[in-house]
């Protein structure tokens, strides 16, 4: 009897480790047709200006700007700033030419989830965009993201490529 729970809760375990997996590939393969110029979530004109640094904000949260500090660093190889909102305003940043685009998010839909007993857990998807501050226009494609990291490297990844086109 004791053996035989042990193995259906190894089982549960497999089985929900599995669909975390699952549902990282999706979400993996969404965001790659999601963040694209076709889907409005790169500007056209993106890489075409040699001397242009893209601003990452910052959030002054360890759990989400060290994802943000590795999704630059391993996806993006052309200029950029990782800064907050605040350090954006100060004047060695105000240079529009230099400092065209932002690279930040909004958050989007909450959900929810009550459980059997009792307990609760809500997760807020995230809706990156790039702010292209001389057009003074958002980026956006209409995607909500639960993994965010994983939608960050691939967003920025996705970047990266367009800069190489120009």
């Known amino acids: ?31 790659r047709s999601e ?12 890489g075409k200006f040699e001397h242009t640094v893209i601003v990452g904000i910052l959030k002054g949260r360890r759990s989400y700007d060290k994802y943000l500090k590795s999704a630059f ?4 190889n052309g200029a950029y700033v ?3 909102r605040e350090e954006l305003k100060k004047p060695e940043y105000r240079n529009m030419s230099k400092y065209r685009y932002v690279f930040d998010y909004t958050l989007g839909t909450t959900r929810s989830t009550i459980y059997s007993d009792g307990l609760s857990s809500s997760v807020t998807l995230k809706r990156y965009y790039v702010e292209d501050r001389i057009e003074d226009k958002i980026y956006q494609s209409g995607a909500e993201f639960s993994y965010f990291a994983k939608a960050m490297k691939i967003y920025v ?5 367009k800069r190489l086109l120009k």
């Open 82 to 84: 990782l800064l907050t």
């Open 157 to 161: 990844a996705n970047l990266e490529k």
């Open 35 to 46: 963040f694209t110029e076709e889907n409005d979530a790169i500007p056209p004109n993106f």
């Open 1 to 31: 009897m004791k053996k035989t729970i042990k193995i259906i809760s190894l089982l549960f375990i497999i089985l929900c480790l599995n669909s975390c997996f699952i549902g990282k590939s999706i979400q993996s393969s969404k965001a």
């Open 73 to 76: 660093k391993k996806n993006y």
